[in-house]
């Protein structure tokens, strides 16, 4: 009955109200704990030893009345959530709680991220695209933000920090390369485009928060004939953000200019037989194991905003290495 339906739907939303109302609540409150001590504590100047004892006190005191949730650890955690998020200041210099969106687990883990732009960057992020903590635990561990990082000038890694990701252009959309280990294929197992393109699909919901914002499914092996003669486009997607389509090509090897023209006479199809005018160009993201920059620059044409060339990896980064990268690309 569509009544039912109606009514259903008016709870559900009732109650993620209710939730969100009261995760709020309860991280004011936490900041205010946090807040409290801080100001007892310190009067001015750090006491190390006076503010472990004060910890402890309240502990004690605050368990028997409250439960398990203020042990030690937590009411620390309390105290670090004021510190790593004080108060806000307006034109006017007025007190305000900052607005808290996420939840208190997703702030235990940001707290522990030592680089404040990699911090403020997952946390807009899983606001946005409203990452459980396990999905924000998988991005960070994906070094997600160092990815994006490297295709970024010290602006755009500024504006990352204080925006996220903002998809305005078909390269915002891309990355390079792209972490595909929840498909649990090893380095040494050896499996086909068909076998990739498969596990693939069987996680789509995993690799549509890897490719980013705005994704949607359209098909697998979509067919397209030109002059009798079928070919098969391994992936479609649609970009909302970007208002056109997305067609992935899957190499298990190294990428050879031959998948570069195959691409560009897809995204040509596209553009000439599929796409309204009032959409974007297509793009094209051929996935590949490896290629090489010049021949991707030489086969492209110098103003190419279509066809992109991303490797894959099947097992997580380094982040050391990922992290030398950066380092060495900002020097």
Request: some cysteine; charged content about 30%.
């Amino acid at each position: 009955m569509q009544i039912l339906s109606d009514i259903q739907q008016i709870l559900r939303q009732a109650q993620q109200m209710v939730v969100r109302h009261i995760n709020k609540a309860m991280l004011e409150g936490y900041w205010q704990v946090g807040r409290r001590i801080v100001e007892e504590e310190q009067q001015g100047e750090s006491r190390a030893e006076y503010g472990k004892g004060l910890i402890i006190s309240l502990s004690a005191a605050l368990q028997k009345e409250f439960g398990k949730g203020f042990s030690e650890r937590n009411i620390e955690q309390m105290r670090l959530f004021y510190l790593e998020y004080p108060i806000p200041q307006t034109v006017s210099a007025v007190f305000q709680i900052p607005d808290f969106q996420l939840s208190w687990s997703h702030y235990q883990m940001l707290m522990r991220l030592d680089d404040k732009n990699e911090r403020a960057f997952y946390e807009i992020e899983a606001a946005k695209n409203n990452w459980s903590l396990r999905e924000l635990k998988r991005q960070f561990d994906s070094a997600l933000y160092m990815r994006l990082a490297l295709s970024k000038d010290k602006e755009g890694i500024k504006a990352l920090a204080e925006k996220g990701q903002i998809i305005e252009t078909a390269k915002d959309a891309v990355k390079d390369p792209y972490i595909l280990e929840f498909l649990n294929l090893t380095e040494h197992y050896r499996y086909s485009e068909s076998d990739l393109e498969h596990e693939l699909i069987d996680k789509l919901e995993h690799f549509l928060l890897e490719l980013g914002t705005g994704f949607a499914f359209v098909a697998r092996q979509k067919r397209i004939t030109i002059d009798e003669e079928h070919y098969h486009i391994d992936l479609v997607f649609y970009n909302r953000l970007l208002r056109c389509f997305v067609l992935l090509d899957l190499k298990i090897g190294k990428l050879r200019h031959q998948d570069i023209g195959q691409m560009q006479m897809y995204v040509n199809y596209y553009d000439r037989h599929v796409k309204t005018a009032d959409e974007h160009k297509t793009i094209g993201i051929i996935l590949c194991r490896d290629k090489s920059e010049t021949l991707v620059e030489i086969t492209l044409p110098q103003d190419n905003d279509q066809i992109f060339a991303s490797r894959y990896q099947t097992l997580l980064p380094s982040k050391e290495d990922l992290k030398k990268l950066l380092a060495s690309k900002n020097t």
